[in-house]
């Protein structure tokens, strides 16, 4: 099959189009031959490595994957040959407490499709049979490939953890990045009002489609003030934290007394500060976030297939390009997904 190769990490030029054998299924997984694949910050972080996680070699990248089944394992009892699925990226064990209690995005052998393990940015990829999600089909494949990631992550982060409320104030940092739009418009059905930030008008124009009710051009106004000035001084309930350093003491400065600050994420850095005064005599929260479970991202996915929720496409690459859709990626111009295609 063709496949987009990494050997070593590095910059973009690493990303080999080739050709690798078909992976071979066990008995509970499915071959699903893929359709498109949806770029995320986190193939980045992969491509070019993290200190202390060995990431096998030669991989495969692509965590967001719709395709339909090409072959079940002997054991597979929910799906069939032919049928459209969207991926549940994340996989773990699927016996430990975490995971029977359906928490599987806190199980210890969590991993995602293109992480430690192959993902797809290839014609066929193998996962779990319980990985396969119901396919909304009021949407191409490029749309559907662009939801799980950034969905659940979102959801995970704004439902789950933060447990927002109909009617409070959500920061939302960067706009146009998958999470960021998708956190909008979670945070919009959830009934809460939303300030969203970007760096360009028209960035701030496409939040506000989503459903932004206020937004905040990063570049021209300091945050924290300008929310400030947004809630008559309070500061908002929660803040949707993932880009780090470089906003971070904007996000908690955001808060009001008794916020949350929920983070998944730091593009722009991790080695971030925190007055401890400030946690305490306001009594903040800060809160870690990783991926969302498979129930959580089922749950949306009817609201996505129900036209409540929709994915937001920025471009669109075939596989064979994928260098070219790192570099774009890279550069941060995007509002939304940046996808491949894969014939
Ligand atoms: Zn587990």
């Known amino acids: 099959m063709k496949a987009v190769v990494i050997h070593q990490h590095g910059d973009p030029t690493v990303l080999h189009y080739t050709d690798v054998p078909e992976p071979q299924i066990r008995p509970h997984e499915v071959l699903v031959r893929v359709r498109a694949c949806a770029l995320n910050h986190l193939d980045l972080w992969v491509r070019r490595g993290l200190p202390g996680v060995p990431f096998?070699?030669?991989?495969?990248?692509?965590?967001?994957?719709?395709?339909?089944?090409?072959?079940?394992?002997?054991?597979?009892?929910?799906?069939?040959?032919?049928?459209?699925?969207?991926?549940?990226?994340?996989?773990?064990?699927?016996?430990?407490?975490?995971?029977v209690s359906g928490n599987d995005n806190r199980c210890r052998e969590?991993?995602?499709?293109?992480?430690?393990?192959?993902?797809?940015?290839?014609?066929?990829?193998?996962?779990?049979?319980?990985?396969?999600?119901?396919?909304?089909?009021?949407?191409?494949?490029?749309?559907?490939?662009?939801?799980?990631?950034?969905?659940?992550?979102?959801?995970?982060?704004?439902?789950?953890?933060a447990e927002l409320q109909p009617g409070e104030d959500v920061l939302v940092l960067a706009a146009g990045s998958g999470v960021g739009s998708a956190a909008i418009q979670i945070a919009k059905f959830f009934g809460a009002r939303v300030i969203a930030t970007a760096g360009t008008d028209e960035k701030l124009a496409k939040a506000k489609t989503l459903g932004a009710d206020e937004v905040i051009h990063h570049g021209i106004m300091p945050i924290a003030k300008e929310v400030r000035r947004l809630t008559n001084g309070r500061g908002v309930d929660v803040v949707v934290e993932h880009v780090g350093v470089a906003t971070w003491e904007d996000s908690v400065k955001s808060l009001a007394n008794s916020g949350r600050l929920v983070t998944c994420g730091a593009t722009t850095g991790f080695d971030a500060k925190l007055d401890l005064r400030f946690l305490f005599t306001r009594q903040l929260s800060i809160m870690g976030s990783y991926m969302g479970t498979k129930n959580e991202l089922r749950t949306l996915l009817k609201l996505v297939a129900a036209g409540r929720l929709q994915p937001t496409v920025d471009k669109v690459f075939e596989l064979n390009d994928c260098m070219a859709a790192h570099n774009y990626l890279e550069k941060a111009k995007q509002f939304g997904k940046v996808v491949l295609r894969v014939e």
């Open 56 to 99: 096998p070699m030669p991989h495969i990248l692509g965590s967001d994957v719709a395709g339909e089944i090409a072959k079940v394992g002997s054991e597979v009892t929910t799906v069939h040959v032919g049928q459209k699925v969207v991926l549940a990226p994340g996989v773990s064990c699927g016996k430990c407490p975490a995971c």
């Open 110 to 161: 969590f991993t995602n499709l293109g992480y430690m393990i192959d993902g797809g940015c290839a014609e066929y990829v193998r996962c779990p049979e319980v990985n396969c999600m119901p396919y909304p089909q009021n949407l191409d494949w490029v749309h559907a490939a662009a939801v799980p990631l950034v969905f659940q992550t979102a959801w995970h982060m704004l439902v789950n953890r």
